[in-house]
């Protein structure tokens, strides 16, 4: 079919194909609907002198209370160097408070502080508000449709550490 679709009757979850077009048009989509996700925080972040590695690392320091510097640089995929100067910034700040590991010492376990948490409130709800009003325009079907478009697009490691966040909350 024209539209990418499967003829009738085979189910609207069997695509056949998808025309060159049709996946650029995706690829636009994802571009200028990312750049909406992030324009919010990105804002907030401005202001304080932050950028997105900032946001990140927030975002997953509260998503796992205490997760070593090691775990946050599997989940954000940059370098030691780069994540150190995030955190640096954010510790200084008080943002981000580091502890010594219990078991091992050359460890770092990480924990938002009280003006971190209230960061990571003002930067997510900010996010939440813009995927809620999109998914209530979309329709559950298309919510399920595009988490499933989204893990299908993940690498293995990274659809496993997914799924680990999604069964742990963190």
Known sequence: MADGRAPAGTGGENLLFLTDEQLRQGSEAMFFAYRGFTADPDRILMDLAYGRAHHRAI????????????NLLNILGVTKQSLNRVLRSLIADG???SR????????RHL???????ALERQLSDAQRARLRTAYREAGPEAVAGFRKVLEAMMDPEMRASYARLRETGG
């Open 100 to 107: 010594i590991g219990r078991n091992d010492k050359r460890e």
């Open 95 to 97: 943002l981000v408070e």
């Open 59 to 70: 975002h997953f320091i509260n998503r796992a209370p205490g997760t070593t510097v090691n």
């Open 111 to 117: 924990f938002l502080t009280e003006d971190g948490r």
